[in-house]
T-cell receptor, first 114, second 111 residues
Framework: SQTIHQWPATLVQPVGSPLSLECTVEGTSNPNLYWYRQAAGRGLQLLFYSVGIGQISSEVPQNLSASRPQDRQFILSSKKLLLSDSGFYLC?????????????FGNGTRLTVT | SQQGEEDPQALSIQEGENATMNCSYKTSINNLQWYRQNSGRGLVHLILIRSNEREKHSGRLRVTLDTSKKSSSLLITASRAADTASYFCATDKGGAQKLVFGQGTRLTINP
């Protein structure tokens, strides 16, 4: 069966510090991968998605970047965090290659920038 | 702008009652999906309804889709305290399943 791992669960970082959040998927190959951000009490905003290694699409201009160095690994990064980067970050996967499928989410990372 | 908008934003009912949540969207879609989120956790997929389907059932869940009105509803029958969560609709316009989520309905089931 497929599983998705996302870490860390919580993170407190000072303004101006770097960020690296990691997500890995097991049990499937060539998945689509996604990073979403959720503000408190709000819906989800799609930040990045990837349909293959090295293929990253950004949905919103911002202080963040994403990379997919391996088929089932997705990394969210920032060189210098802003206060506005605080939020709940969710990684997700779905079946790739044009196949219709729901999204499967990790348990999220709660990021607080102080 | 958000594609899906849920209504109401919050709903509180007694255990055993039915809960109905609505979702409206703006453009044509491939499918519409409903997700559940327990506090502080990731989202869990509940049900997917395609644009050519009008109604779908899964256990105590019933989803309807009216593409002419660009709206969907999620009905949870015989609610339980464990159904307390936030519920989100998400629309898929096709291509890499880039789902667009609404703001969610916060459902509270009182024992």
């Amino acid at each position: 069966s497929q599983t998705i791992h996302q870490w860390p669960a919580t993170l407190v970082q000072p303004v101006g510090s770097p960020l690296s959040l990691e997500c890995t998927v097991e049990g499937t190959s060539n998945p689509n991968l996604y990073w979403y951000r959720q503000a408190a009490g709000r819906g989800l905003q799609l930040l990045f998605y990837s349909v293959g290694i090295g293929q990253i699409s950004s949905e919103v201009p911002q202080n963040l970047s994403a990379s997919r160095p391996q088929d089932r690994q997705f990394i969210l990064s920032s060189k210098k965090l802003l206060l506005s980067d605080s939020g709940f970050y969710l990684c997700a996967w779905s079946l790739g290659q044009g196949r219709e499928s729901p999204l499967h989410f990790g348990n999220g990372t709660r990021l607080t920038v102080t | 702008s958000q594609q899906g908008e849920e209504d109401p934003q919050a709903l509180s009912i007694q255990e055993g009652e039915n809960a109905t949540m609505n979702c409206s969207y703006k453009t044509s879609i491939n499918n519409l999906q409903w997700y559940r989120q327990n506090s502080g956790r990731g989202l869990v997929h509940l049900i997917l309804i395609r644009s050519n389907e009008r109604e779908k059932h899964s256990g105590r869940l019933r989803v309807t889709l009216d593409t002419s009105k660009k709206s969907s509803s999620l009905l949870i029958t015989a609610s339980r305290a464990a159904d307390t969560a936030s519920y989100f609709c998400a629309t898929d316009k096709g291509g890499a399943q880039k789902l667009v989520f609404g703001q969610g309905t916060r459902l509270t089931i009182n024992p």
